[in-house]
């Protein structure tokens, strides 16, 4: 059984960062692409960034490129999502969310084992 427990979220002010993380359980860690998704009160769960399974690539949604950054240690199984500049709009739950095959993915529908989440919360 995979476990995602999510760490790192908090309330900020507009323009400041946060580091979240996520770190998984299980000793194929590595053969997986990992993904970052957020939900906002009211709103779907969107897709915020993926990495492939060696690192080697990352794919961004419009909203966060240039300002998120995600990376992955293969050796510590873990994920984490660095965040800049952050905006208010940027308040959501954020989930870590494992793929179902090696490379990036950008739908929910790509992953099949999801963390709790970890609330951020951006005020202006």
């Known amino acids: 059984q995979v476990q995602l427990v999510e760490s790192g979220g908090g309330l900020v002010q507009a323009g400041g960062s946060l580091r979240l993380s996520c770190a998984a359980s299980?000793?194929?860690?590595?053969?997986?692409?990992m993904g970052w998704f957020r939900q906002a009160p009211g709103k779907e769960r969107e897709f915020v960034a993926s990495?492939?399974?060696?690192?080697?690539?990352?794919r961004y949604s419009d909203s966060t490129k240039g300002r998120f950054t995600i990376s992955r240690d293969n050796a510590q199984n873990t994920v984490p999502l660095q965040m800049n500049s952050l905006k208010p709009e940027d308040t959501a739950v954020y989930y870590c969310?494992?793929?179902?095959?090696?490379?990036?993915?950008?739908?929910?529908?790509?992953?099949?084992?999801w963390g709790q989440g970890t609330q951020v919360t951006v005020s202006s």
């Open positions: 990495i492939s399974w060696s690192g080697g690539s990352t």
């Open positions: 299980g000793r194929t860690f590595s053969r997986f692409a």
């Open positions: 969310a494992r793929g179902r095959g090696l490379y990036i993915a950008q739908t929910n529908e790509q992953y099949d084992y």
